[in-house]
């Protein structure tokens, strides 16, 4: 019913710059957030950041001013602006949708994308 279609990982030095796109399809009235959440290697998956859809954010303390989360409602998107980079910045991100309502009235608690992979080299 809801897909989320995410784009813009790769490969980048240390020091570099990302920007992940996602994007949600279907029938969907509304979506209450969108978030991004990143999974290493042997590690949890852990929150990078969030917005909801009055636009207020929050971010992984991790993040520490390096990247910036921000949307467009009418498109149903959500963007990740990464930069300074880092070798444990490396993982599969995932974008995140929740309290999605669709079109008709039904009411999903959420959904997730495919993940994209950012590897970011030393």
């Known amino acids: 019913q809801v897909q989320l279609v995410e784009s813009g990982g790769g490969l980048v030095q240390t020091g570099g710059s990302l920007r992940l796109s996602c994007a949600a399809a279907?029938?969907?009235?509304?979506?209450?957030?969108m978030n991004w959440y990143r999974q290493a290697p042997g590690k949890q998956r852990e929150l990078v950041a969030t917005?909801?859809?009055?636009?207020?954010?929050n971010y992984g303390d991790f993040v520490n001013g390096r990247f910036i989360i921000s949307g467009d409602n009418a498109k149903k998107a959500v963007y990740l602006q990464m930069s300074s980079l880092k070798p444990e910045d490396t993982a599969v991100y995932y974008c995140?949708?929740?309290?999605?309502?669709?079109?008709?009235?039904?009411?999903?608690?959420?959904?997730w994308g495919q993940g994209t992979q950012v590897t970011v080299s030393s």
């Open positions: 279907g029938a969907i009235f509304s979506i209450g957030a």
């Open positions: 917005r909801t859809s009055g636009g207020s954010t």
């Open positions: 995140n949708a929740e309290t999605i309502v669709l079109i008709g009235g039904q009411r999903l608690r959420g959904a």
